[in-house]
């Protein structure tokens, strides 16, 4: 068995394949089990808005998501009949974005062809939702980049999704810098008495990415260890087990939802002890997920708005070290070589459209719950249940409570004891519903 990537090549390589792109690749929306049924889902890529729905067939289809009449939010409709309904004036568009219902108009009247909408082609993929955000015609399915040991029955997954208020720059950055783990991450993914000098190596940089090696420098019989940046969405950790014939992987998808703005798509695979793997309830992982996250999410806001207010080039801003920052240099000066078509990006020595955004480093204690739990369907579904068990707790508690009053003896004893377990009870589901709801660094203050 192996673990190395094979990045996507096209059957024949031209000169003008040597340049990127941005719309000529597929994009992850989200993953399959976390998308809504029977109502639209909106997202945006570089700011521009798209809605996703299902027609009666079951069919998924993506358009524009915005209405030709008066430039409402189609996604803020509702799915009638297999197609996506405005909800501003009724009208209705179909699978090819084309509109097939105006109420407003006479009946023997036909409909503009400037009604319809630009459709984009979408696929299903391993569970995840993947979108062309070219034309059509150019979209090629051999590109999406799946991983191939997924495809294998002795390997399991669990995934996990979170927006970020950054760039998806200064995320892909993060990802292929495995030195701050040991910092930043310390007792969660990593322990800063490991941190250490890292030998670092990369091969096959080209438009379609670079191929990375890491391995620790103070053990001598230490594994090489693959991190891998397959354009312009992945990146790819393939971790060899000291056991021999065991594999795990992290597979680090994301899309950028705008300035300042960029989507996790975060799925964790092995293929050893399978069963523990597919016991744990997705949404605990989730919660240790969030922490590690939120551990990174101040040091790259701070350092995102600092390089913005610099305003100068990362090479004169770095000190970056061979054994620690190679991989990341190399990803900046990917997006110096490749990015121009970007709308906006951050290369090492390049960059574009990257003056001032929205971002703060302030982050407010809602943030967990507007950028995981009101998207991901495990963790929505338990912080709703877990809601739903304080309410009834405390409605037992108050019951308990007053049938104690009226009662006396062995019985109110009993009532007034089924009252406080009632209110333990319910102190520990508001406890585990705000795990839901706040960041970590809430339950320090």
Same mark, same amino acid.
């Given at each position: 068995m192996t673990l190395e990537t094979q990045i996507p090549q096209p059957a024949?390589?031209?000169?003008?394949?040597?340049?990127?792109?941005?719309?000529?690749?597929?994009y992850p929306v989200c993953f399959?089990?976390?998308?809504?049924?029977?109502?639209?889902y909106s997202f945006s890529l570089y700011d521009e808005p798209f809605v996703l729905f299902r027609n009666q067939n079951g069919i998924l289809i993506c358009l524009t998501d915005r209405c030709p009449h008066r430039a409402a939010r189609l996604s803020d409709g509702q799915i009638i009949d297999g197609k996506i309904e405005c909800s501003y004036h009724g009208w209705q568009f179909g699978i090819d974005g084309e509109c097939l219902h105006i109420p407003q108009?006479?009946?023997? /009247?036909?409909?503009?062809?400037?009604a319809c909408l630009q459709a984009f082609t979408v696929v299903e993929r391993q569970g995840l939702i993947w979108v062309w955000a070219g034309k059509t015609e150019t979209a090629i399915d051999e590109f999406i980049p799946t991983i191939a040991d997924l495809e294998n029955?002795?390997?399991?997954? /669990?995934?996990?999704?979170?927006?970020?208020?950054y760039d998806q720059t200064y995320l892909i950055e993060n990802f292929v810098d495995p030195a701050h783990v040991y910092?930043?991450?310390?007792? /969660?993914?990593?322990?800063? %008495?490991? %941190?250490?000098?890292?030998?670092?190596e990369v091969s096959n940089f080209s438009v379609k990415g670079f191929l990375g090696k890491i391995r620790q420098s103070r053990n001598s019989d230490a594994p090489w260890q693959n991190l891998d940046f397959i354009a312009p969405n992945l990146v790819h950790y393939k971790l060899n087990v000291i056991k021999p014939g065991w594999y795990a992987g992290i597979a680090l998808y994301s899309i950028p939802i705008g300035?300042?703005?960029?989507?996790?798509?975060l799925r964790r695979y092995r293929n050893f002890m399978m069963e523990k793997f597919k016991s744990k309830p997705r949404w605990v992982e989730h919660l240790r997920q969030n922490k590690v996250?939120?551990?990174?999410?101040?040091?790259?806001l701070g350092q995102q708005a600092e390089i913005a207010r610099l305003e100068e080039s990362l090479n004169k801003i770095y000190l970056p070290l061979k054994t620690s920052d190679l991989l990341v240099i190399n990803y900046r000066k990917w997006l110096d070589k490749f990015g121009d078509s970007l709308p906006y990006y951050q290369g090492y020595s390049t960059s574009k459209n990257v003056g001032s955004n929205n971002c703060s480093q302030a982050s407010t204690d809602a943030d967990r719950f507007l950028q995981h739990t009101l998207i991901c369907s495990s963790c929505n579904q338990a912080y709703r249940v877990t809601n739903q068990l304080k309410q009834a707790f405390v409605g037992a508690a108050i019951s308990f409570a007053a049938l104690a009053i009226i009662t006396d003896g062995l019985t109110s004893i009993i009532l007034v004891s089924a009252a406080l377990v009632s209110v333990a009870l319910a102190v520990v589901a508001e406890k585990?519903? /705000?795990h839901f709801q706040y960041s970590y660094t809430h339950f320090e203050q």
């Open positions: 024949k390589m031209h000169k003008e394949e040597e340049e990127f792109h941005w719309r000529e690749c597929w399959l089990q976390d998308l809504p049924k029977n109502r639209p108009l006479p009946e023997d /009247t036909k409909i503009p062809l400037n029955p002795e390997f399991v997954h /669990t995934d996990y999704m979170r927006d970020l208020p910092i930043s991450h310390d007792g /969660t993914e990593g322990n800063r %008495a490991s %941190a250490q000098p890292l030998e670092m300035k300042g703005k960029c989507r996790l798509l996250l939120e551990q990174d999410l101040p040091q790259i585990l519903k /705000t």
